[in-house]
């Protein structure tokens, strides 16, 4: 309760927006997946220093705490074109009296932190603090134990093969073939050409260290189940 009366009227609304925007989905992209990453953002966000200040961080956690909770509102996977669509976040954050300062820091993280965008860049970009801390905390809910269950979740929602040994990890995957639908893949290549490489790809200290363990336990994860699968255990 006391949560809850310490929110700002544009969190909570974006609270009931999420929850009303992503109903009906499986749950490896619902609402409680976009409550953790927020969880996480504004964990991350202390740990890296956001919130020492409160004159100058306000925004800054405002601005995490937003991106964290509306990121995958217009995801592409579940878009009737594949195309990622910002326009609810967009419309929500204009109605809501965001400056248009803050909405442009908030749809900047939303656009630029996918997977998708990094699966075949080669060169370091810069980034906030901000950025770095909202997509880490989604890096980390793909992985480890709640990683795995969604992934696994996603793939039985789209009729995705469990494993297939005569299907490779695809490799030197490129933005358009990693959003590819219609290229038959495996749950199981899903850890070979993104979650394996998550870990790596953290932006923040913080964000690294927690990767550490999660990476290790899906790791484990595998071992058993290639063991599993060949009946040797």
Known sequence: MEMEKGKSKVVRSAEK???????????????????????LALSLASEE?????????????EIVELAALLHDIGDYKYMKNSVEDTSIVERFLEEEGLDASKR?????????????????????????????????????????????????????????????????PRQSLSKDKYMNKNEKQT?????????????????????????EKRHNFMQGFLREFYEEWEGKA
């Open 49 to 61: 220093g956001l919130g020492t200040d409160p004159a100058s961080d306000c925004d800054s956690l």
């Open 187 to 211: 749950s199981i290549n899903h850890f070979y050409e993104k979650l394996f490489k998550l870990k790596d790809l953290m932006k923040t200290e913080a964000g690294k260290r927690r990767a």
């Open 17 to 39: 927006l999420v929850e009303t925007a992503m109903a009906g989905r499986d749950a490896s992209h619902d609402a409680a997946h976009a409550f953790r990453v927020r969880d």
């Open 104 to 168: 442009e820091k908030i749809l900047s993280i939303i656009k630029g932190m996918g997977f998708k965008n990094e699966v075949s860049q080669t060169a370091s970009v810069k980034f906030s603090t901000e950025f770095g801390v909202v997509q880490d905390a989604d890096r980390l809910d793909a992985i480890g134990a709640i990683g795995i269950a969604r992934c696994f979740t996603y793939g039985g929602s789209v009729n995705q093969v469990l494993h297939d040994p005569s299907i490779p």
